[in-house]
C-alpha cells in the first residue's frame, strides 16, 4: 500500500504525539497523587508544539523534557498534585486529540479527493 505523506498531515501527527504525551504526563501525576514528596511535572503545550513544528519541518523526532510545575500547594508530606487540576487536563487533552483527530480526517480527505480527481 502506499503511504502519502503531507505536510499539514505530519503537523497534525505532531500534534497528536504531543497531546497523548501530555496526557501521559498527567496520568502518570494522578497516579502518584498519594506518593509522599512526588512534585507534578508537565510541560508548556504552546512552546513545545513550537519545537514539534521546528522538528518536523527538519525531519527531526522531538524530545519532550518535562519540568516540575511551580506555583502549585504542597500538601505536608512534599507531594503538590491536585486532582482538579490534573481533571482539567484531561479533559482539555482529551479535546485537542479529538480536535486533532477531526483535523487529520479532514486532511486524509481532501488528500484522497485530489486523488480522485487526478485520475
Known amino acids: 500500500m502506499m503511504q502519502i505523506e503531507t505536510r499539514l498531515g505530519a503537523q497534525l501527527e505532531s500534534y497528536l504525539d504531543l497531546t497523548a504525551s501530555h496526557a501521559k504526563l498527567t496520568v502518570s501525576n494522578i497516579a502518584n497523587i498519594d ?20 522538528a518536523c519541518e527538519s525531519g ?18 512534599g507531594n503538590n498534585v491536585s ?7 484531561l479533559a482539555e487533552d482529551q479535546l485537542k486529540f479529538g480536535t486533532g483527530v477531526a483535523l487529520l480526517r479532514l486532511e486524509n480527505q481532501r488528500v484522497l479527493s485530489a486523488l480522485r480527481d487526478d485520475k
Open 83 to 89: 486532582m482538579d487540576r490534573e481533571a482539567l487536563n
Open 35 to 54: 506518593t509522599p514528596g512526588y512534585r507534578a511535572l508537565g510541560f508548556d503545550f504552546a512552546n513545545e508544539m513550537k519545537r514539534a513544528l521546528a
Open 60 to 77: 527531526r523526532k522531538l524530545r519532550l523534557h518535562p519540568q516540575e510545575i511551580d506555583g502549585l500547594i504542597s500538601r505536608p508530606d
